[in-house]
């Protein structure tokens, strides 16, 4: 008798409002009409999925996670430490699902485990931050305070920020930090109130937010850096070329790299796929190419 594949599923039951629990039979029933035999893993705390796949999935010759972007990160980082041994599938159960968005995985929940058993592998880059990793976005700086995880009202991170711009009433209020910025042998100083290394077609559920012909497996990351208004008329500036999507202003930075090194002579507060990152003052992000093939759906002939 041919011996079954092996499957480790690991989901977050508190993700979208737990939306899964009503799912978990129909996915399940997916997995196994693949021909896999699965071991079920509900995550226990913060920092469960990453240590679980890390210790496990080479023992499995597939993973397939369920969650928001936090258990996306993790288990992504899981992989990360054991090699990026296996493929990896993902059925999204967050409220924005910016990165399954820019895969092309399904909303559907049964539709994209079926991506996740019975897809093809498409080679991911992924980001290293420091000795840390991330998914799709790295980010610094005023609008990761209030976080386009949590605002689900605003679905434009970017509009949302400038709604926030437009709702300071003194340009002091603003928190900006002193930074150098090194790529590609170009070395940038300003004072800088927003910050994102990104590596998706959408963040907070926005599309075109990260600039144009973005590809998923490319070795670069498209960058965004803002600068500090230094009056009303750069305020709005900056203003309107988020709203507009625009890059049409000297008040903001826009550039594709492999690495950036970003240096400061404070530390800063950086968010990693929408979760707290930690503070710091030297951060080096690198791409990190076709390191995890995750799973997408086959491509309509």
Same mark, same amino acid.
Not at 1 to 21: D, R, T, W, Y
Not at 201 to 226: A, H, P, Q, R
């Given at each position: 008798?041919?011996?079954? =594949? =092996?499957?480790?599923?690991?989901?977050?039951?508190?993700?979208? =409002?737990?939306?899964?629990?009503?799912?978990?039979? %129909?996915?399940?029933? &997916?997995?196994?009409?693949?021909?896999?035999?699965?071991?079920?893993?509900?995550?226990?705390?913060?920092?469960?999925?990453?240590?679980?796949?890390?210790?496990?999935?080479?023992?499995?010759?597939?993973?397939?996670?369920?969650?928001?972007?936090?258990?996306?990160?993790?288990?992504?980082?899981?992989?990360?430490?054991?090699? @990026?041994?296996?493929?990896?599938?993902?059925?999204?159960?967050?409220?924005?699902?910016?990165?399954?968005?820019?895969?092309?995985?399904?909303?559907?929940?049964?539709?994209?485990?079926?991506?996740?058993?019975?897809?093809?592998?498409?080679?991911?880059?992924?980001?290293?931050?420091?000795?840390?990793?991330?998914?799709?976005?790295?980010?610094?700086?005023?609008?990761?305070?209030?976080?386009?995880?949590?605002?689900?009202?605003?679905?434009?991170?970017?509009?949302?920020?400038?709604?926030?711009?437009?709702?300071?009433?003194?340009?002091?209020?603003?928190?900006?930090?002193?930074?150098?910025?090194?790529?590609?042998?170009?070395?940038?100083?300003? +004072?800088?109130?927003?910050?994102?290394?990104?590596?998706?077609?959408?963040?907070?559920?926005? =599309?075109?937010?990260?600039?144009? %012909?973005?590809?998923?497996?490319?070795?670069?990351?498209?960058?965004?850096?803002?600068?500090?208004?230094?009056?009303?008329? +750069?305020?709005?500036?900056?203003?309107?070329?988020?709203?507009?999507?625009?890059? %049409?202003?000297?008040? &903001?930075?826009?550039?594709?790299?492999?690495?950036?090194?970003?240096?400061? +002579?404070?530390?800063?507060?950086?968010?990693?796929?929408?979760?707290?990152? @930690?503070?710091?003052?030297?951060? &080096?992000?690198?791409?990190?190419?076709?390191?995890?093939?995750?799973?997408?759906?086959?491509?309509?002939?």
């Amino acid at each position: 008798m041919k011996e079954k =594949k =092996k499957l480790l599923f690991v989901f977050n039951p508190h993700s979208g =409002k737990a939306q899964i629990k009503n799912q978990l039979l %129909d996915i399940l029933d &997916v997995m196994v009409k693949a021909g896999y035999e699965v071991t079920v893993y509900p995550t226990q705390a913060a920092g469960d999925a990453a240590l679980q796949v890390e210790t496990e999935a080479k023992e499995y010759d597939l993973v397939v996670c369920s969650g928001g972007d936090g258990t996306l990160d993790e288990t992504v980082s899981g992989l990360m430490r054991c090699g @990026g041994c296996v493929p990896l599938g993902y059925v999204p159960a967050g409220s924005t699902n910016d990165f399954a968005n820019s895969l092309g995985i399904p909303k559907d929940m049964a539709k994209a485990a079926a991506a996740a058993v019975g897809g093809r592998r498409f080679a991911c880059d992924i980001g290293a931050f420091n000795e840390d990793y991330f998914v799709y976005v790295a980010a610094f700086g005023l609008f990761t305070e209030v976080s386009y995880k949590t605002s689900q009202e605003w679905k434009n991170v970017l509009g949302h920020a400038a709604y926030i711009l437009e709702g300071v009433r003194s340009l002091r209020e603003i928190p900006s930090y002193l930074m150098e910025v090194e790529y590609d042998s170009i070395r940038l100083q300003d +004072e800088f109130i927003y910050g994102m290394v990104s590596n998706s077609t959408s963040v907070g559920g926005f =599309k075109g937010m990260t600039g144009k %012909d973005v590809l998923l497996d490319d070795g670069v990351f498209e960058v965004t850096l803002i600068k500090k208004p230094r009056n009303p008329l +750069e305020l709005n500036e900056i203003v309107a070329s988020l709203i507009n999507l625009v890059d %049409d202003t000297d008040m &903001v930075y826009s550039f594709k790299t492999g690495m950036v090194r970003i240096r400061s +002579e404070t530390k800063i507060p950086w968010t990693l796929d929408g979760e707290f990152g @930690g503070d710091h003052t030297e951060i &080096v992000i690198r791409n990190l190419e076709h390191a995890v093939d995750i799973m997408v759906p086959e491509e309509e002939s």
